[in-house]
Nanobody, 123 residues
Framework: QVQLVESGGGLVQPGGSLRLSCAAS????????IGWFRQVPGKEREGVSC????????HYEDSVKGRFTISRDNAKNTVYLQMNSLKPEDTAVYYC????????????????WGKGTLVTVSS
């Protein structure tokens, strides 16, 4: 069965770092674009970053540019989001999703979502 499982969230101090993982099973990761999204209570889920299916281009929402890095390891069937210089405003549940193509830092043609991992940035 198709699954996306996020991991790596937790509590970190401002300025700290976390690496989130999105482990895929039941399909070949290389066949799809993968996006990271985040959501806080009372707000819409928003795109954070996306990595392309074939061209492997990366895209970032403006507030995370220079701090976050998305990457893929096809051999491990896993996509990562390295998050550095974390700010309290980054606190959210982070989700990965499988789609067809990146639309800027978002993702079109989403067919599967993970269940999310909570990131809390606080002193």
């Amino acid at each position: 069965q198709v699954q996306l499982v996020e991991s790596g969230g937790g509590l970190v101090q401002p300025g700290g770092s976390l690496r989130l993982s999105c482990a895929a099973s039941g399909f070949t990761l290389d066949d799809y674009a993968i996006g990271w999204f985040r959501q806080v209570p009372g707000k819409e889920r928003e795109g954070v970053s996306c990595i392309g299916r074939s061209d492997y281009r990366t895209h970032y929402e403006d507030s995370v540019k220079g701090r976050f890095t998305i990457s893929r390891d096809n051999a491990k069937n896993t996509v990562y989001l390295q998050m550095n210089s974390l700010k309290p405003e980054d606190t959210a549940v982070y989700y990965c999703a499988r789609g067809n193509v990146c639309r800027g830092y978002s993702l079109a043609g989403i067919t599967y979502w993970g269940k999310g991992t909570l990131v809390t940035v606080s002193s």
